[in-house]
């Protein structure tokens, strides 16, 4: 593409890269238009305006809504996004926590619940969610799983009759573009996934991956059987995870569904503007539009057929209750009036909880400085390179404590730090927050040896947290009550199953390497014996921390007293008004939920233009 020196293809930074990478980037960025969509100026949108379809929120749901309502061209779209086009780090695979902590990200926390987390700084767990378009789908760690289909099956049994899983898999399907040759080339997975999308489907080309070959080999060694595509066998085993990146940068939903549709006459867009509100008339408990903070000012826009809130799990039950919509009880203690007693609103709340486990190792050595340089410089030329893959290491594992089980009840990342390595200690301080006691314990460990970090992750939590309002005011941030272990079965399950992972330690490659587990030094923790049942529920209540997946604070069912939404996602008791994204899910899937956050828009827009008589009758999403 020849873009010449034209500033507008020069995208925003968070400033948080290094001083002469930022630049080199920036150079680059506005000579060749490589990493980052060009800025789009926003739509002029006026008080009192009418369209069609509002969406709050543009995020990872919200971009491939705007997407699909305006293919139909005689509706007009506004999308209202509360923060801006996404910097130019966003799209840079490595870069992604750079975002963490910066105006491009809320920056909520949990609320110390007087139990968990007392490991962590202020006793309390660290939830960056992206505030940009494209949502979180630009901060993420680009890992494509669809789920298992018996997740799916779960939600249709309990009365959800638009979501079978059969329908499920086709709006999967319907958003993917496999490209990963390995799958392309065999005739039974080419046929598992879409080809016509624009979802991009891919692997990264791993800087380790002769160490993660061996990874996969110590799984397999414990139980944890290697397959070609985890996807395709309802991940259970363990294998080179599929990702939403191509050509060495990131698919987010903003690029790859919202840029392409920007140029639709019927579609506005506008950002850094808050909606406070969703207008709703009293006595029909109709929705006729929002009510918009933007530049210190407030005004209203209208439409005439839905409201659609696709602000996420923790920002769209805000907005429900800020609304007047929710438990009456907690409402009317805000001061706000309840126009519709819904109990479920910020309820339900679950999350993919992590629990580090610390293995060390005689190596990989960590990449030099003069590496590190020449990976930046490989970027630039041709987006290849150790900053062209995801942060964490691209092979994964989904297992379970019954050998022959369906459904998965863990699965494992992981990150691999060299020896000594400069960024270890970045990350335990700024992205999983660890008091200087866990923080020190660990980086001195990795002085002398490299550390294979594996993330565990218990994949069906019983915990069941909330969202509920601090104050009424817009701008207070809600209270976010996680809840981590609130149900001991989840602490009995998460133990079971890092002592399962354990044994990793004795494979043939750890052995060859000297490997040993590493004890994370917490006062509480310390007199336990290293991997005992006890040290593990100390080390699981104090350290427990997120993967990122919150889910279910206005969640779909057929009961209104434990439901927010019906199977097509509208508002019970309230006209002309659904939610689409993450907070409709009824329970979690297995595995990362981009994939499926993705699927639930597309399903939520075929529901949609179904209801007007607008469905393709070819398109199998329907």
Sequence with gaps: MNCGLDASCISPTTGAAPDTFGAAIQFFAATQCLLADAPIPDDIVEDGSTYDFIIVGGGSAGSVLANRLSEVEKWKILLIEAGSSPPIESAIPAMAT???????????????????????????????????????????????????????????????????????????????????????????????????????????????????????????EIGFKTVDDLNSHNVMGSGIYRATAFNGRRG????????????????????????????????????????????????????????????????????????????????????????????????????????PVTIYGNGPDERSEAEESFGTIQYIYNQTGPLAQSSISDVTAFYSRQRWANVPEFQNHLQIYGKNSSKLQTYLETVTRYKKIVVDSVVAQNRNNSLYLF??????????????????????????????????????????????????????????????????????????????????????????????????TARMGVDSNTAVVNSELKVYFVKKMRVI????????????????????????????KREYGLEQPNDRCN
């Design 98 to 220: 750079d975002i963490y902590g910066t105006n491009y990200d809320w920056q909520y926390f949990t609320q110390y619940n007087g139990v968990t987390n007392e490991a962590n700084i202020n006793n309390s767990v660290f939830w960056p969610r992206a505030k940009m378009l494209g949502g979180s789908s630009n901060i993420n760690a680009m890992i494509y799983f669809r789920g298992n289909s018996l997740d799916y099956k779960t939600w249709y049994d309990a009365g959800n009759k638009h979501w079978s899983p059969s329908v499920v898999k086709e709006c999967f399907k319907k958003a993917e573009n496999l490209q990963d040759q390995s799958l392309v080339k065999n005739p039974f997975l080419r046929k598992f996934y879409g080809s016509k999308g624009p979802l991009i489907i891919n692997t990264f080309n791993s800087t380790y991956r002769d160490v993660t070959q061996k990874i996969l080999q110590s799984w397999d």
């Design 455 to 552: 993330l565990f992750n218990l994949l069906h939590p019983k915990s069941m947290g909330t969202i509920t309002l601090n104050t009424s005011d817009p701008r207070d941030y809600p209270l976010i009550y996680a809840n981590y272990f609130n149900d001991t079965r989840d602490l009995k399950a998460t133990v079971d199953g890092i002592k399962m992972l354990t044994k990793i330690v004795k494979t043939k490659y750890f052995k060859s390497i000297n490997g040993f587990l590493g004890r994370m030094s917490w006062p509480e923790c310390n007199n336990f014996a290293l991997d005992s049942d006890d040290y593990w529920r100390c080390i699981c209540i104090n350290m427990v921390v997120t993967i990122y997946h919150p889910i279910g």
């Design 252 to 355: 987010s939903t903003d690029h790859i569904y919202l840029s392409p549709a920007r140029s639709r006459d019927n579609l506005h867009v506008i950002t850094n503007a808050f909606v406070t509100k969703v207008l709703i008339n009293e006595t029909t408990l109709e929705s006729s539009g929002v009510e918009v903070e933007r530049d210190g000012k407030r005004f209203n826009v209208f439409a005439s057929s839905e409201v659609i809130l696709s602000a996420g799990a923790i920002n769209t039950p805000q907005i429900l209750m800020l609304s007047g919509i929710g438990p009456k009880e907690h409402l009317e203690s805000k001061n706000i009036r309840c126009l519709v007693d819904l109990p479920a609103v910020g309820k339900y709340l679950q999350d993919h909880l992590i629990i």
């Design 581 to 608: 994204d993450a907070s409709v899910m009824m329970s979690q899937i297995s595995g990362n939920i981009n994939g499926p956050v993705i699927m639930i828009a597309e399903r939520g827009a075929n529901l949609i």
